[in-house]
């Protein structure tokens, strides 16, 4: 990973305000005034962004991709550990626990995990939620209840302290859960929750983002009536989640729902509503891939994805009551709200579906648990589930490879790029004349967040120039690199 788009300005701290500070030659107190202009003009998200501004000022990018590599494979760890429970380790579920990643496209892996401004906001919060959930449900047991109380009320406040969507999921998930516990008569610590609305309160009624709000780009879309936003935004949301451009985490719900389906078919009292939700589920997958190939299906594929959509929810539902899974129904539902949220919202991006997959993968290991423990206990449909499984391996490693190979090749060009403008840095330092810096465009732009060569971008430049410490009178230009 490198720096990309705002990256920069965060972290010379000149996004949307200047606090007279020279590239990467700040203090603490230089941070606080600057995020304190972006808690009052901007938004509430600040306390990722100190996290980030911090890690990148002590250690540059070495520090930050050293944490951002770690909280990654927490997260992925947590969702193992929280489908696995007091059990023994199983390698099998390790293993599908890592072929999840790979259903993770690289158009939701480039806007919100590999860009350290987008992940800082999107991933890395789910780090501390997850850990609280682990602690609630006593896979992580902490015998010292004023422990566990500090620990819950910290873990959820820093969560729900990111973003809204986050906040908005932690919130109703502690919601839910509460109302689970009361039904069930067991006392549920309320200090998760306590801390969960103090920093959802904290981020959501941030005067800045009420002065983005009023912001005149965005008053004809505040202007619309709630029924129009949702009108506006609801097929864009669920298209960003299952549309053509997340064709693998597509086939990974397909197949949620199938083995699913599969699992539950002989003991479901009502066989034709299983048969009917597997027939529904086989419709959408085949409508994108045609229309990823054609294009030219939009009605046709809107209704069926709607359908489809609405079928799998329908199911995971009826999965979780049927096997008494509060846990799964709790975190999907929050999950869904995240979503939810984005219909009040002006702008969408693949970034806010990064949230979502990760609840979706918990649910998807946790049905892959259940079927391990069916196939190799009860010896069901063992040979479907490893036929299934070895496909699927190879569509998700096939996946994880792809991506990985096209953030290296784009090493090579990045990487003579950050030496191109620190040497040029250090020569204007020492009273060079220099006007003109020859960097080169990536191999691949769709490996990268956004380039200031790429259109409508060049505004990146200013940025990039903070943080080298060049002068904005000096001209970058963009040419293509050959070996």
Request: with cysteine; net charge neutral; aromatic share 18%.
């Amino acid at each position: 990973m490198w720096f990309y788009h705002d990256d920069y300005g965060y972290i010379s701290l000149h996004y949307g305000h200047n606090v007279d500070t020279v590239g990467m030659n700040y203090n603490l107190e230089d941070i606080f005034e600057y995020l304190k202009w972006h808690y009052l003009n901007w938004g509430g998200r600040v306390l990722f962004f100190f996290f980030q501004i911090v890690l990148v000022r002590v250690g540059g990018l070495t520090l930050i991709r050293l944490v951002q590599s770690i909280i990654i494979t927490g997260i992925m760890y947590e969702i193992y550990l929280m489908i696995r429970g007091k059990k023994q380790d199983s390698i099998l579920l390790a293993v599908i626990t890592i072929m999840l990643w790979g259903t993770f496209s690289i158009y939701i892996l480039r806007d919100g995990v590999y860009w350290f401004t987008a992940s800082v906001l999107y991933t890395w919060p789910l780090l501390f939620f997850f850990a609280g959930i682990l602690i609630i449900r006593d896979i992580i047991t902490i015998k010292n209840v004023i422990l566990k109380n500090l620990l819950l009320f910290f873990l959820f406040f820093v969560a729900s302290f990111s973003q809204e969507q986050i906040a908005v999921m932690v919130v109703v998930y502690c919601l839910i859960s509460s109302i689970f516990y009361f039904l069930k008569k067991i006392k549920m610590p309320l200090s998760g929750f306590i801390g969960a609305l103090a920093g959802s309160l904290i981020e959501i009624l941030a005067p800045g983002n009420f002065v983005r709000a009023g912001n005149a780009d965005n008053a004809s879309f505040y202007a619309l009536s709630l029924f129009e936003k949702v009108k506006y935004n609801a097929i864009r949301i669920i298209n960003m989640n299952v549309g053509r451009l997340n064709l693998l985490f597509v086939l990974s719900l397909f197949l949620l729902v199938f083995m699913g389906c599969l699992l539950i078919l002989k003991e479901f009292d009502n066989q034709k509503k299983v048969v009917l939700i597997l027939i529904i589920n086989f419709s959408y997958p085949f409508i994108i891939i045609y229309d990823h190939i054609w294009e030219s299906m939009d009605i046709i594929f809107y209704a069926v994805m709607a359908i489809w959509v609405l079928n799998g929810v329908i199911f995971i539902i009826k999965y979780s009551l049927y096997y008494k899974e509060e846990f799964l129904l709790t975190i999907f539902f929050a999950g869904l709200c995240s979503q939810a949220v984005l219909i009040i919202s002006p702008t969408l991006s693949h970034r806010s579906v990064t949230i979502f997959q990760f609840i979706i993968c918990i649910i998807a290991l946790s049905i892959s648990d259940r079927l391990i423990k069916s196939i190799f206990i009860l010896q069901r449909k063992k040979n479907v589930f490893l036929s299934v499984l070895i496909i699927f391996a190879v569509l998700c490693f096939g996946n994880i490879l792809g991506i990985w190979t096209g953030y290296f090749k784009n090493n090579t060009i990045n990487r003579k790029n950050d030496i191109v403008l620190r040497d040029a840095s250090e020569q204007i330092k020492q009273g060079e004349a220099i006007e003109q810096i020859l960097c080169y465009k990536l191999y691949s732009d769709i490996y990268a967040n956004d380039m200031p060569y790429n259109q409508n971008k060049s505004y990146i430049l200013y940025w990039i120039k903070d943080y080298y410490e060049i002068p904005q009178n000096v001209t970058i230009v963009f040419d293509e690199y050959s070996d």
